[in-house]
């Protein structure tokens, strides 16, 4: 934070003042402002001086404290909407109204090493619309919370011997990989690591001999992963109906599967997929399912071992590849927030908030390559990728050819039709081309239905504003997520220009981040206190 005469000031001690408040909130309770470069404090005391700290800070509060948003030029004009014809101009709106003459849009990134607020609410949008699917509400009815749910992940294969964290005796960190080291691979080096790494040791998820590892084959699993699962969930259906006894035409009318899915990128680059299967009858969501969710856990058990994709070569030189996923898949049983684990034993309480929970935090992870300070074996994946990519562009041609004025390579005009071709396009994302948080239809609410029904708030509120009204809260839930747009009552037309990304002031980064840190920190002390709330009362009822 910068005081009135622009110096700054860092985290002190919280208030005694505050004993019952967020320890974060309070005049003795800056903003985490240490890690702040010369020129950064330098920008934050320029804003103090130059009079623009309460322009930006009203700026930031409006796009969340994006770290990098995105800056607009131009104007919209709002009319009444009448049947969707503009009527009566209410209002006009211009960059030049905005308090930094230029107008300001959250990024949007789900990254959280991009940007910290934007991913957060991409992770809020995620809980919401899983934990609808476990438990009903946000339009799902709440009787899906009587069906069988299993929580599976599906892993990676190996691709070779990786640096890994343990667990030894009595839950200590174990060593890496304990074996004989007087062993050696083919290239002379050990085939063992008796390390014990830290978390934060750049060597999890490095290969103990680079050129045992197939990083070409991890590449190209990583871009063949969505569709193994496709070819999954066809697998898991055709077992079902054979164990409901019916046709796979007849299927559908006997029951109804529906899915929640994120992926997260393990320490060495690859994705795991972490999935909410759930079982419903042929009504729709929340009818009766024909089978119990250990019969629900053992089809998926069953059919995940089964799927298979052969990858085609990338060129010539290259060989085909059968394609399936990891040998560690793990399958638990979800139901009212038990879990019972695959030999039927009952395993630790899980709580849907909690199956939610983590498949959010995952949905906002990201590779780990960091321009900066790359990691060496994700650096190589992103480079295979690339490399494969230009292989793949160029499988026509000929060494002994002279160069030809393509600029891409290719002599006979085929190999634009390799679907290795757009690898370095997602070189960035180690070949992982599929999206990061998908759902079947109707498992839940969507994520698209979530943002209008915010945007849609902040009209309703804009509007009740510009009346002098309190905004009318009863069936406010239903109105936001009403399917049709009929009730809107204005209608907004605008032209805008793109004008750049990103804060134009060094510190306002800064700034944005730790206040983005502070309202993280805010809402993990909330949720603890409902924690601690709920365990007093579970502990009073005793």
Not at 438 to 466: C, Q
């Amino acid at each position: 934070m910068l005081d009135q005469d622009g110096q700054a000031s860092f985290v002190g001690d919280t208030a005694s003042s505050w004993p019952a408040r967020f320890p974060g909130f309070g005049p003795d309770a800056p903003l985490d402002m240490w890690s702040a470069s010369d020129a950064e404090v330098a920008g934050m005391r320029a804003r103090v001086l130059d009079g623009s700290w309460r322009a930006f800070s009203e700026t930031a509060a409006k796009v969340g404290n994006c770290s990098a948003p995105i800056r607009l030029a131009g104007r919209s004009m709002t009319f009444e909407n009448l049947n969707g014809e503009p009527g009566a101009l209410l209002s006009e709106f211009s960059h030049r109204d905005t308090p930094l003459g230029t107008l300001h849009v959250a990024c949007g990134n789900r990254r959280a090493e991009v940007c910290p607020a934007c991913s957060r609410v991409y992770a809020r949008d995620t809980f919401e619309m899983i934990r609808a699917g476990v438990l009903g509400g946000k339009t799902v009815p709440d009787t899906v919370a009587a069906n069988p749910l299993v929580f599976a992940t599906f892993t990676a294969p190996s691709f070779g011997h990786v640096h890994g964290l343990r667990v030894g005796k009595n839950g200590q960190p174990g060593r890496c990989r304990p074996r004989d080291t007087a062993k050696r691979c083919p290239h002379g080096r050990p085939v063992g690591c008796n390390r014990v790494h830290g978390e934060d040791d750049p060597m999890l998820g490095a290969p103990l001999c680079w050129d045992c590892y197939d990083f070409t084959s991890a590449v190209i699993w990583q871009w063949w992963a969505p569709e193994l699962w496709r070819r999954f969930t066809i697998t898991f259906r055709r077992r079902l109906a054979a164990r409901l006894g019916v046709s796979q035409a007849a299927f559908a009318r006997s029951a109804s599967v529906q899915f929640a899915k994120v992926a997260e990128y393990q320490r060495r680059g690859l994705v795991h997929f972490h999935a909410l299967i759930r079982l419903d009858g042929p009504d729709g969501p929340g009818s009766p399912a024909p089978l119990d969710g250990d019969a629900l856990a053992a089809v998926v058990a069953e059919a995940g071992p089964l799927v298979t994709f052969d990858a085609p070569p990338v060129d010539g030189d290259d060989i085909a590849r059968t394609l399936r996923f990891g040998a560690q898949l793990d399958v638990k049983r979800v139901r009212t927030g038990e879990v019972h684990d695959s030999a039927g034993g009952t395993g630790d309480r899980l709580r849907p908030e909690q199956v939610a929970g983590y498949l959010a935090k995952y949905s906002t992870k990201s590779t780990g390559v960091d321009p900066a300070s790359p990691t060496p074996h994700l650096s190589r994946l992103e480079r295979e990728a690339r490399y494969l990519a230009d292989r793949a562009a160029s499988t026509c041609r000929d060494t002994a050819t002279p160069e030809e004025a393509e600029d891409d390579g290719c002599v006979c005009g085929r190999c634009e039709d390799s679907p290795y071709r757009l690898l370095a396009k997602w070189s960035r994302m180690l070949g992982f081309r599929g999206h990061f948080s998908s759902k079947s239809r109707a498992y839940s609410i969507s994520l698209g239905r979530l943002r209008r029904a915010r945007a849609r708030f902040a009209r309703l509120s804009a509007e009740a504003d510009r009346r002098g009204e309190r905004l009318d809260l009863a069936d406010l839930e239903a109105r936001l997520l009403a399917d049709d747009a009929d009730e809107e009552t204005t209608l907004v037309i605008g032209a805008w220009t793109y004008a750049g990304t990103g804060w134009t002031n060094p510190g306002d980064k800064a700034l944005a981040d730790a206040a983005a840190d502070r309202a993280r920190q805010y809402d993990q002390w909330r949720a603890q206190q409902r924690r601690n709330g709920k365990q007093t009362t579970n502990e009073g009822g005793r």
